[in-house]
């Protein structure tokens, strides 16, 4: 269609070339929305060792042992600069390498599998454009029982659940961008889903929170439940909270929400946090306290 335009007006390359290098800039921009929504700098980041972006290397502790991201950039020797879209696409979709092995559920695929296609192939667009950065990956180091990567085809088989997140007809418009913003690309559940022994995801106690959570950290209950969740916050108060971290009593948000608010939620558009806290505030409430006592207290422990 382009070509059509161009072939017939003599100064075409200004009327060609300007609306795509609009329309490639718009894409870049939703790219990199998306990329901040879904976190994916905030682990494939070493930010502790100040580790260059997208290289990886950072750990993540976890009861199976401690994960070391891996270099995401397009790096050809070191990052997956010679992947292809499908490969990326099937790594996202299906938790599967180039080379056919599965991958640990630390990569938060389970999450990002409900990713819309448009979203997925946007994201890839951004990140294959991303700086490459020459960083060998290193292993992860973990207890024995879970270092033979094809026993995780029976964990898939338990509760991974492929398929892109199913729009609700009896929700509202703004309600499903906010399952979608969540579930799929902020994959809340990831760390505030308490999980079963195998680390599977209670999806009954969807939001509830734990006590073991990333970083051996308890993760506070987000239902809407009176007292053991956040059911005393307004919709407003949850905006807040994504935008400055700030919480109705004025602490601010710390551990790993921290960097969640920094370098994910404060990037959002305002309908889009809406979309979220209108959601969270939708949830069955499950009363499951798991809150950890305020640091600063006068008591002994
Ligand atoms: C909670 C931390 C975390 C987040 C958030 C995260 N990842 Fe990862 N990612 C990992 C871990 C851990 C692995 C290694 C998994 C393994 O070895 O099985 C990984 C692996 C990968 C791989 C495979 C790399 C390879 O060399 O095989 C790709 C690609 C990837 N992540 C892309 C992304 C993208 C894109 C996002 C954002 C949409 C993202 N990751 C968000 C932790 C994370
Ligand atoms: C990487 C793990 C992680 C992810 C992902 C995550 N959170 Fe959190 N969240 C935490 C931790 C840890 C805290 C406790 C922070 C603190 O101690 O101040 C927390 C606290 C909160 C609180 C405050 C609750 C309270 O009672 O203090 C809200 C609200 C919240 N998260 C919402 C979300 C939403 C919505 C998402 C998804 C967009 C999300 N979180 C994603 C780890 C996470």
């Given at each position: 269609?382009?070509r059509?335009?161009?072939?017939?007006?003599?100064?075409?390359?200004?009327?060609c070339?300007?609306?795509?290098t609009?329309?490639?800039?718009?894409?870049r921009?939703?790219?990199?929305?998306?990329?901040?929504?879904?976190?994916?700098a905030?682990?494939?980041?070493?930010?502790?060792n100040?580790?260059?972006?997208?290289?990886?290397?950072?750990?993540?502790?976890?009861?199976?042992?401690?994960?070391?991201?891996p270099?995401i950039?397009p790096?050809?020797?070191?990052?997956?600069?010679?992947?292809?879209?499908?490969?990326?696409?099937?790594?996202?979709?299906?938790?599967?390498?180039?080379?056919?092995?599965?991958?640990?559920?630390?990569?938060?695929?389970?999450?990002?599998?409900?990713?819309r296609?448009?979203?997925?192939?946007v994201?890839?667009?951004?990140?294959?454009?991303?700086?490459p950065?020459?960083r060998?990956?290193k292993?992860?180091?973990?207890?024995?029982?879970?270092?033979y990567?094809?026993?995780?085809?029976?964990?898939?088989?338990?509760?991974?659940?492929?398929?892109p997140?199913?729009?609700?007809s009896?929700?509202?418009?703004?309600?499903?961008?906010?399952?979608?913003?969540a579930?799929?690309?902020?994959h809340?559940?990831e760390?505030?889903?308490?999980?079963?022994?195998?680390?599977?995801?209670?999806?009954?106690?969807?939001?509830?929170g734990?006590r073991?959570?990333?970083?051996?950290?308890?993760?506070?209950?987000?239902?809407?439940h009176?007292?053991?969740?956040?059911?005393r916050w307004?919709?407003?108060?949850?905006?807040?909270?994504?935008?400055?971290?700030m919480?109705?009593?004025?602490d601010?948000?710390?551990?790993?929400?921290?960097?969640?608010?920094?370098?994910?939620?404060?990037?959002?558009?305002?309908?889009?946090?809406?979309?979220?806290?209108?959601?969270?505030?939708?949830l069955?409430?499950?009363?499951?306290?798991v809150?950890?006592?305020?640091?600063?207290?006068?008591?002994?422990?």
């Open positions: 269609m382009l059509r335009t161009c072939a017939v007006i003599a100064f075409g390359w200004l009327l070339v300007a609306p795509a609009g329309a490639a800039q718009d894409l921009k939703h790219g990199e929305y998306l990329f901040r929504a879904a976190g994916c905030t682990c494939h980041t070493n930010e502790k100040r580790g260059a972006p997208l290289a990886g290397g950072r750990a993540l502790k976890t009861p199976f042992g401690v994960f070391y991201t270099n950039t790096d050809p020797e070191t990052g997956i600069g010679r992947w292809s879209e499908a490969d990326f696409t099937r790594a996202l979709r299906a938790g599967v390498s180039p080379e056919g092995q599965h991958y640990y559920p630390a990569f938060p695929y389970p999450s990002y599998a409900r990713m296609d448009e979203d997925v192939r994201l890839w667009a951004y990140l294959s454009k991303a700086k950065v020459r060998a990956n292993p992860h180091e973990l207890l024995w029982f879970v270092r990567r094809p026993l995780l085809g029976f964990w898939k088989a338990l509760f991974f659940r492929p398929g997140y199913q729009s609700r009896d929700r509202t418009e703004i309600w499903n961008r906010g399952a979608y913003l579930n799929a690309v902020g809340c559940g760390c505030h889903t308490p999980r079963n022994l195998l680390g599977g995801m209670k999806e009954r106690m969807a939001m509830a734990t073991a959570g990333p970083e051996g950290d308890p993760i506070p209950n987000i239902t809407p009176k007292t053991s969740g956040i059911g307004r919709e407003s108060d949850l905006m807040e909270y994504f935008d400055s971290g919480m109705p009593d004025g601010f948000a710390g551990d790993i929400m921290a960097e969640v608010v920094d370098n994910s939620l404060r990037h959002l558009t305002q309908d889009d946090r809406r979309a979220i806290a209108g959601y969270i505030l939708s069955p409430p499950v009363d499951n306290p809150r950890k006592e305020k640091k600063n207290t006068d008591s002994d422990f």
